[in-house]
């Protein structure tokens, strides 16, 4: 971008999905067949492309290293062949979405752009909450693998039914990428009155920026046209649309530029003034998102790695492959024994960045990235003189420095089997009844547990985890029968203590003490050395960080190094939090960790 053009034309582009089956419980899609590696939920994703080619028993592939046999972006796959004709036999394949409440303006049916096949001929039916028929699209001889066709405005559609009776291949199986007429909006520069953006790399809150998890907020006003946004206007096409959890991508650009992401974030409530001409709502990212999902361990893992463990996390919270990177340089921390307490999906990451003195954050286009403290970024990317900024100030931040730091590890030991969990009473139980008890230990967590019945029953199985056990016991006789557990409880014992100090920096500053937090994924002195040693040469010394109040320019993000040269010299910073605002204008204040 050219922040150092005299005169500057900046755009701005916001994209909102106001409908996604991930996040919109009212949406659910189901067929009269599906092939096992099919996810009907895709067909109404609003993505439009197949991951790969996926190879089936069809006889069309070849093991020519191009085709895939499952995985990513699938959508809905049927399991009955057409025949030579490319014609299916009745009952023919269907595909059924219900939603809530909205108008359809279109009809959108997409195949299998990989494959290069697509429905030829095809009904789609649009039903009301009576299941009254209200429009039936009839198609015959399609020839591309997206078909889209703008109909007049069908009210009060809560069903879709697409049925396909020929594919444009003969001998294999519909393929449907896309069905769900989604509603997506764009609004360009016109339509848009204010975008403010706060993205952060670390937060400090009082303290040191150790373990950072920072989630990323955006405010959106834009211009409600038409009302389009108004909850009463029935014939909007967002009409039940406007709600909380909406996926928003905001883009900015300068002339013919590529465009520039400035994230993707999720909706809160939306804000509709009745005497306003505009609509306002607050975006937040995934990694918000993650405090609201619970993540409960229901095992102890034993020698996992910090990056083990980070992954375990975010697969437990949804996240797939591509959606998340992971430093390496975490994978060469274990931890003997790792539990989690039932907790959200962020408070568990946080955890492990602490233990790890990582910073989790969402990139521009919304993957979680996760960087251990010897992360690299790399060269500079940017050199910025007086004539790029209205303002600059080098704050010495006297708040974090530390010389003499205390590092405690928590570890785990697993004591001698026990009792954890005994009937006080004895339960009552018929002749070859068949009961399931989840019980809960008296200590956690704990390992090798152990259940026994005694009486008029017998212990037919039991799972077991680090909190308790689900058991099914049979009765033997009608009497009565006593469940007990053993297993052996892990405890913290022999804790043990790191001390990493600088004697310069105390006899300049005096002595300023840190300690490290407890962290039950802290276990060993050399982790605790690690750490303490790590802290000590990031804060023993002030440290003169930088603020920049300046046009702005939306490439530069969390994590980049940039250059600042004064009258003093040239310095590199590490960028830390953005703040970025537009109005038809654009200004930026960056804050940079001296590098």
Same mark, same amino acid.
């Given at each position: 971008?050219? @922040?150092?053009?005299?005169?500057?034309?900046? $755009?701005?582009?916001?994209?909102?999905?106001?409908?996604?089956?991930?996040?919109?419980?009212?949406?659910?899609?189901?067929?009269?067949?599906?092939?096992?590696?099919?996810?009907?939920?895709?067909?109404?994703?609003?993505?439009?492309?197949?991951?790969?080619?996926?190879?089936?028993?069809?006889?069309?592939?070849?093991?020519?290293?191009?085709?895939?046999?499952?995985?990513?972006?699938?959508?809905?796959?049927?399991?009955?062949?057409?025949?030579?004709?490319?014609?299916?036999?009745?009952?023919?394949?269907?595909?059924?979405?219900?939603?809530?409440?909205?108008?359809? /303006?279109?009809?959108?049916?997409?195949?299998?752009?990989?494959?290069?096949? @697509?429905?030829?001929?095809?009904?789609?039916?649009?039903?009301?909450?009576?299941?009254?028929?209200?429009?039936?699209?009839?198609?015959?001889?399609?020839?591309?693998?997206?078909?889209?066709?703008?109909?007049?405005?069908?009210?009060?559609?809560?069903?879709?039914?697409?049925?396909?009776? $020929?594919?444009?291949?003969?001998?294999?199986?519909? $393929?449907?990428?896309?069905?769900?007429?989604?509603?997506?909006?764009?609004?360009?520069?016109?339509?848009?009155?204010?975008?403010?953006?706060?993205? &952060?790399?670390?937060?400090?809150?009082?303290?040191?920026?150790?373990?950072?998890?920072?989630?990323?907020?955006?405010?959106?006003?834009?211009?409600?046209?038409?009302?389009?946004?108004?909850?009463?206007?029935?014939?909007?096409?967002?009409?039940?649309?406007? $709600?909380?959890?909406?996926?928003?991508?905001?883009?900015?650009?300068?002339?013919?530029?590529?465009?520039?992401?400035?994230?993707?974030?999720?909706?809160?409530?939306?804000?509709?003034?009745?005497?306003?001409?505009?609509?306002?709502?607050?975006?937040?990212?995934?990694?918000?998102?993650?405090?609201?999902?619970?993540?409960?361990?229901?095992?102890?893992?034993?020698?996992?790695?910090?990056?083990?463990?980070?992954?375990?996390?975010?697969?437990?919270?949804?996240?797939?492959?591509?959606?998340?990177?992971?430093?390496?340089?975490?994978?060469?921390?274990?931890?003997?024994?790792?539990?989690?307490?039932?907790?959200?999906?962020?408070?568990?990451?946080?955890?492990?960045?602490?233990?790890?003195?990582?910073?989790?954050?969402?990139?521009?286009?919304?993957?979680?990235?996760?960087?251990?403290? &010897?992360?690299?970024?790399?060269?500079?990317?940017?050199?910025?003189?007086?004539?790029?900024?209205?303002?600059?100030?080098?704050?010495?931040?006297?708040?974090?420095?530390?010389?003499?730091?205390?590092?405690?590890? /928590?570890?785990?030991?697993?004591?001698?089997?026990?009792?954890?969990?005994?009937?006080?009473?004895?339960?009552?139980?018929?002749?070859?009844?068949?009961?399931?008890?989840?019980?809960?230990?008296?200590?956690?967590?704990?390992?090798?547990?152990?259940?026994?019945?005694?009486?008029?029953?017998?212990?037919?199985?039991?799972?077991?985890?680090?909190?308790?056990?689900?058991?099914?016991?049979?009765?033997?006789?009608?009497?009565?029968?006593?469940?007990?557990?053993?297993?052996?409880?892990?405890?913290?014992?022999?804790?043990?203590?790191?001390?990493?100090?600088?004697?310069?920096?105390?006899?300049?500053?005096?002595?300023?003490?840190?300690?490290?937090?407890?962290?039950?994924?802290?276990?060993?002195?050399?982790?605790?050395?690690?750490?303490?040693?790590?802290?000590?040469?990031?804060?023993?010394?002030?440290?003169?960080?930088?603020?920049?109040?300046?046009?702005?320019?939306?490439?530069?993000?969390?994590?980049?190094?940039?250059?600042?040269?004064?009258?003093?010299?040239?310095?590199?910073?590490?960028?830390?939090?953005?703040?970025?605002?537009?109005?038809?204008?654009?200004?930026?204040?960056?804050?940079?960790?001296?590098?």
């Amino acid at each position: 971008m050219g @922040y150092n053009a005299s005169v500057r034309d900046i $755009k701005c582009k916001v994209v909102v999905d106001f409908t996604s089956p991930f996040l919109d419980e009212s949406i659910t899609v189901t067929s009269t067949e599906v092939n096992r590696i099919a996810t009907l939920q895709q067909t109404a994703d609003s993505v439009t492309s197949m991951s790969a080619k996926y190879l089936l028993l069809d006889g069309l592939g070849t093991l020519d290293g191009t085709w895939c046999l499952g995985g990513g972006q699938v959508g809905w796959f049927g399991t009955s062949a057409s025949d030579a004709s490319a014609e299916f036999s009745s009952p023919y394949p269907s595909l059924t979405i219900t939603h809530t409440s909205r108008p359809i /303006q279109s009809v959108k049916v997409v195949g299998d752009d990989k494959r290069n096949e @697509y429905p030829v001929d095809f009904t789609v039916k649009l039903y009301d909450v009576s299941n009254t028929l209200l429009h039936t699209q009839t198609v015959t001889g399609n020839d591309a693998v997206i078909y889209s066709e703008a109909i007049d405005t069908v009210s009060a559609v809560v069903k879709q039914v697409l049925t396909i009776t $020929k594919w444009s291949t003969a001998g294999t199986c519909v $393929k449907i990428a896309e069905f769900y007429t989604s509603i997506q909006e764009t609004f360009e520069r016109d339509d848009i009155f204010q975008i403010n953006l706060l993205e &952060e790399r670390e937060v400090s809150e009082g303290s040191l920026p150790i373990g950072s998890i920072s989630s990323n907020e955006i405010d959106i006003r834009i211009y409600n046209k038409d009302r389009i946004f108004d909850a009463g206007n029935t014939m909007s096409p967002l009409y039940g649309a406007v $709600k909380p959890n909406r996926r928003v991508r905001v883009y900015l650009y300068e002339d013919e530029e590529e465009l520039s992401p400035l994230g993707v974030f999720w909706t809160g409530e939306w804000t509709v003034p009745e005497n306003a001409l505009w609509a306002q709502t607050t975006g937040r990212d995934r990694i918000a998102m993650l405090g609201q999902s619970t993540f409960s361990s229901g095992e102890v893992y034993e020698d996992y790695s910090l990056l083990d463990l980070f992954e375990l996390v975010l697969t437990d919270a949804g996240l797939e492959t591509g959606e998340y990177v992971i430093d390496t340089d975490l994978d060469l921390t274990t931890v003997p024994y790792a539990y989690f307490e039932s907790q959200s999906h962020r408070e568990a990451l946080r955890k492990l960045a602490e233990a790890g003195l990582a910073q989790v954050y969402c990139d521009r286009e919304g993957v979680i990235q996760i960087e251990g403290p &010897e992360f690299s970024s790399g060269a500079s990317v940017l050199t910025l003189t007086s004539d790029h900024y209205f303002n600059k100030d080098n704050p010495t931040n006297w708040g974090t420095l530390y010389n003499y730091i205390i590092v405690d590890t /928590q570890p785990l030991v697993p004591g001698s089997s026990e009792t954890v969990f005994v009937d006080i009473e004895a339960q009552n139980i018929d002749n070859a009844e068949v009961i399931t008890r989840l019980v809960y230990f008296n200590t956690v967590p704990c390992l090798n547990a152990s259940a026994t019945v005694t009486g008029d029953a017998t212990l037919t199985s039991a799972t077991y985890y680090a909190w308790g056990a689900s058991c099914v016991i049979t009765g033997t006789s009608t009497g009565t029968y006593t469940l007990s557990i053993t297993a052996q409880p892990l405890e913290i014992k022999n804790k043990q203590r790191s001390v990493a100090q600088d004697s310069a920096s105390i006899a300049e500053n005096g002595k300023l003490t840190y300690t490290f937090p407890g962290n039950p994924f802290v276990q060993t002195l050399a982790q605790a050395q690690a750490i303490s040693a790590s802290i000590l040469a990031s804060y023993k010394d002030p440290r003169r960080d930088v603020t920049l109040d300046w046009r702005g320019d939306p490439t530069i993000e969390l994590g980049d190094k940039i250059t600042v040269i004064d009258t003093y010299g040239n310095n590199d910073y590490i960028v830390v939090s953005n703040r970025i605002e537009y109005d038809g204008t654009l200004r930026e204040e960056t804050k940079g960790r001296k590098a």
